[in-house]
């Protein structure tokens, strides 16, 4: 701060002291270039407001507002209120600025390399965005220098009102920009994790494991602590684990913007959870998106119900064993694609066997 309030004070042309600043802090990154800037100015502004705000009650501060010569009736000028409003502004405006560069530094470079094109495209208005930042700071550190030291001779000036505007409107535009190329870059990484997500589905459904808690867990999010499955015949949560190495009917409700539910589509999906007499996912956003992509790419589901089952190390006997239940019901346990062709080897191909689902009173 003593550098920036050297530089000011020298009155130096605003757009050499702001290259000096980042020629001084060329060894550091650009977004620690804005926040190391930033709280240099902020030590003296602070110390000057906290000795505004208490010089009414607290004999210290008093005497030092008198030895920095701060003006008595700062509070009581209409135009000076003004001048610190704008100055809070551009304060603002350069915050927002810093807190989204600096969003930009904590992506995931396992999702994006800072080197790719994506990332070069997004960050290119960085430094241009640090120049300005760095320009705004100075121009409220000049209002504070020269505010620090007039006394009661303060005089307010248009051209410096019609800076602070104009640099708090410059970099709003600029906060906007670059939140923009943040929004497309996270985009950008959100389909590279999917990508990586659902590739990683494949392996695991191709792979052999120990038990099929893997897979359970792919398919449904769950917190360490949560229980994320709702057992249908004795009303109660349970945990993955409940089902571990067992055969049971698991059912995933799977619909269309799961995070515009309403009360009224909620109780329905409450009711028909509830009268299901077997195990099923607590709420639909429980179903990883992922899993539900990978039903409609590799298992071809669209919207009818189907019965993959999986067997206890978490591998996909049959993509969808509902006609084998209606045909054989229990009788087609475990309901694998063997067992499918050896109940039909022994099945007599006959009218009874056509007719043996049909109402008799029909």
Known sequence: MQQIICKCGAGGEA???AIGLLETL???GWDAKAVITFAAFS???GEFWLVENLRVMNPLARDIAALKDIPETMEQKEEM????????????????VT?????????PTQYVN???????TATVHIPTAIYWIIRGILACASVLLNLIGSGHEFITSTAESWELLSLASKLSHMSEHLQDQLNKLNDFIDRQYQKREFDDMVSAFKASHIDNMKILKMIIRAGENQMPIFDGTRWINERLESIRHEYEVLWLPIVDHVMSMGPTQERQFLDLRSSMPWYSVDHPSLVNPVAIRYAGEIWNFSRMPMLVVLD???????????????IWASVAFPFTKERELGLWRESTWD???LADSIDPRL
């Open 15 to 17: 757009h050499s002291v």
């Open 26 to 28: 060329s060894n550091y």
């Open 43 to 45: 030590v003296s502004y």
């Open 81 to 96: 209120k003004k001048k610190f409003q704008a100055i809070v502004n551009l304060l603002r405006a350069v915050l927002n």
């Open 99 to 107: 807190h989204i560069i600096i969003k930009f530094k904590e992506l």
């Open 114 to 120: 800072r080197d790719s094109p994506e990332m070069k």
């Open 312 to 326: 206890p190390q978490g591998r996909v006997v049959n993509v969808n064993a509902l006609p084998m239940m209606w």
């Open 351 to 353: 009218i009874e066997l």
